[in-house]
């Protein structure tokens, strides 16, 4: 299994960025998707998961109504729409899916915000 994140980089406070995760090695359309982050000097924390259809999807408090996670099951990629950024937003964003008994993680995508 392969995840490639893209996308992140450097935007102002209010700025938005759309976050991608190719997966390969596994039936995609079968399997949840998450996207976690790491800030510097936190643990990592999760930020959005969304089911196998695109049907169902959870965000943390932190983030609700500013972040959306949607999928394309053709294109094999999960993403994160992340709108309104705030500095405390800054991490590094990794997707991760679970499969056959295993955790995979993509290398992460650095995210920061910053006037």
């Known amino acids: 299994v392969q995840l490639v994140e893209s996308g992140g980089g450097l935007v102002q406070p209010g700025g938005s960025l759309r976050l991608s995760c190719e997966a390969s090695g596994l039936t995609f359309s079968r399997y949840g998707m998450s996207w976690y982050r790491q800030g510097p000097g936190k643990e990592r924390e999760l930020v959005a998961t969304i089911n196998n259809d695109g049907s169902s999807t959870n965000y943390a408090n932190s983030v609700k109504g500013r972040f959306t996670i949607s999928r394309d099951n053709a294109k094999n990629t999960v993403y994160l729409q992340m709108n309104s950024l705030k500095p405390e937003d800054t991490a590094v964003y990794y997707c991760?899916?679970?499969?056959?008994?295993?955790?995979?993680w993509g290398q992460g995508t650095q995210v920061t915000v910053s006037s």
């Open positions: 991760t899916v679970y499969h056959l008994l295993a955790r995979y």
